[in-house]
């Protein structure tokens, strides 16, 4: 663990209101376990259960959130490696918020290799209690990035009529970063987005699955002519990926606009991860979830509709069985008719299409012909 406190000039006042938060947070659970002791109780950490069956979708909220079912671990003979990893994983946060740094996923994996027993076998057995502790502060609106533990994937590329505004770490100065000024690359966000101010005159927002049609629209500049975000999500998109996107839509007021594969795994996966969030994560979906945004394609009228019948892939038996089970098993789409009649109805097509498959008309079809029209008419975009 590192020794050296660095500077906290980069601070916003609110983020370090959420410093105090988190702190407090951790040092209350503390307090409890520690008190139980002392009166020869056992003590015990109780964790909602994250999984799709303890998840309600309100449609007025816009996301998933949690249910009642909780799961409590009782600090036993059985469960006393976990209970240590659990106190030695919030020491470890605690230390970093108030010393200021950090830690991936990765990087908390090795820190266990100085706890003795209570050191993780491998890095899943990791995760599980960094989960389980994130779901446990979700109650206070605590996330795993105030908890100082961010992800190691790559949390998407942006560009357009946007300017970012970060800060120097050391200084606390302001910085202004140019998304249009990126040449023929992009503006990458980072794993942490509280402290980010926004400056834009941007219609919407355009979320983007493949990084090659965010290529294209990039080098040939759309979001000028459309005046527009673009975001690569990349699959399904990251957690700072969507907690960017959040923030930017609510600070900005403008929509969000999803772009996906028309596939079950483009509708299921990314488009519903990105609106309303996910059952593992309902624990922190009202942070993360965009519930404003909305589907403008690929469809599967889209295939009638541009004639893409002969530049479309059967549907896998996976394709037709995640289709299914969103059908019979989520929340979301249980509740809304047009997803319902678009999903059985690219069922019966038996056939995906291609975010590329409209390259089929000409390489800058997407951009000339495709997106112009379908952001005239937003009553073919789906909820």
Known sequence: MASSKKSAAHRTPESKKLDAVTIKAIVNSADEIYAKINRRQKPEMSFPVRSLQNVRYDRSKGFFELGRSRKVRTLTVNTVKTFAQSLKMMALSKYMVETDDFATKRDAYYQSKNWGDARFHDQPESDEVMDDLEAMFSIDGITREQMRFIPQEHGGAVAGELIVVDRDRDSGKKIEIDCTQ???GAYSVPSFVEHLEFKTRAKFILAI???????????????????????????????SCRRFIRRLSEAARIPVYAFTDCDPYGFSNIYRTLKVGSGNAAHINRFYCVPECSYLGVTPQDIIDYRLEDATHPLTETDVKRAKDALKNDPFFETQTKWRAALEQLIKMGVRAEQQALAKWGLNYVIEEYLPAKLKDHKTFLP
């Open 182 to 184: 990126f040449g023929s």
């Open 209 to 239: 699955e493949t990084h090659g049609v965010f290529q294209r629209l990039q080098s040939h500049k759309y979001w000028h002519s459309a005046k527009c975000v673009i975001v690569s999500m990349n699959g399904v998109p990251s957690r």
